[in-house]
């Protein structure tokens, strides 16, 4: 029989550390973060990094495992979640992957596709068409070499929108085509469960929330002591991601307070958006309302029976 693996997904500011928090109380489950930010070291209020009292009663796996000046991969996430599958399996308890980085959990589900590495000097290059001609018009001819993926992208997504051209300089295919090739599949049985908001309007509104607390909590002094403890440039995975980007342009007399604001809600609203445009692509995966009260139960009562079901203990 394979491996069962619980997958937890969701947007930003849906509650999936909670219900997380909640279900290893109640089963044998061992999460394992599926986040690209929570992997650094120093960045805990911007990530919204679950607290030490939330760890204590729930650890998780790949929390703090490098520091802001370094970078972390699809591919390195597959293998260290791979691994941690296979030891908390033979440990007699049940992975629970928790995390809203859809490209972990699809690269995990579908298995590492032959998208090459990243190559600073056609970065660098890019980053410099950008600033001469913009990324709406780079995100334009994106969309002449590879509409597929194109589609995908807002205009002003410069990181992505830099991968797939950094993907078509480098092998001369489309991001797309790449991503069709045939790939093994994972020896894992995937029990997915979606939390998603049943009124965006509300999910926003949890979202500025969320963001004027981590203004208030000290976004702005934790991104100025990571630029001076570490070797830090906005370019960097670390201080691409929302809000520190924003808190960056802040600093470097960029934005207003209130334009650090607005900026950084509105990424990470867009953010969502695209979290959700995935995970209702997806096929077989048991949603959840998140604004739902009763959602820790119900995702619970779902288990139970999935438990039950498959004889998984």
């Known amino acids: 029989m394979k491996q069962p693996v619980i997958l937890l997904m969701g947007p930003t500011a849906s509650g999936k550390t909670a219900v997380a928090t909640s279900l290893v109380q109640e089963f044998p489950f061992e999460i394992v973060s599926v986040d690209s930010a929570l992997v650094f070291r120093h960045m805990d209020i911007g990530t919204a990094k679950p607290d030490a009292n939330t760890l204590a009663l729930a650890p998780h796996h790949l929390i703090d495992i490098i520091d802001p000046d370094q970078s972390y991969s699809a591919g390195r996430f597959v293998e260290d979640a791979t691994s941690l599958i296979g030891k908390i399996g033979k440990s007699g308890r049940i992975p629970l992957l928790a995390g809203g980085t859809m490209l972990y959990f699809r690269s995990l589900m579908e298995g590492l ?10 970065r660098a290059a890019i980053d410099l068409r950008a600033a001469r001609v913009g990324w709406s018009a780079l995100h334009a001819e994106l969309a002449t070499l590879d509409p597929e993926t194109a589609s995908r992208i807002e205009p002003g997504d410069s990181q992505r929108i830099q991968r797939a051209l950094e993907v078509r300089m480098i092998t001369g295919k489309a991001m797309s085509e790449i991503l069709r090739e045939t790939r093994d599949p994972p020896p894992f049985h995937f029990i997915p469960i979606a939390l998603v908001p049943s009124d965006r309007s509300e999910l926003h509104k949890r979202i500025a929330e969320r963001f004027e607390t981590m203004l208030k909590t000290g976004l702005i002094e934790e991104t100025e002591s990571l630029r001076k403890n570490f070797d830090l440039d ?10 520190y980007r924003q808190a960056w342009q802040y600093l470097e007399g960029e934005l207003s307070k209130s334009e650090l604001f607005e ?50 203990l």
């Open 234 to 243: 906005p370019a960097m995975p670390s201080m691409r991601a929302v809000g």
């Open 263 to 312: 900026k950084g809600v509105a990424a990470t609203r867009q953010l969502a958006k695209r979290q959700l445009t995935w995970l209702r692509s997806m096929q077989e995966v048991a949603s959840f309302d998140c604004l739902d009260p009763g959602t820790g139960r119900n995702v619970r009562d779902h288990l139970a029976k999935a438990i039950n079901c498959y004889n998984l």
């Open 113 to 122: 596709n032959s998208l090459p590495g990243a190559d600073p000097e056609i």
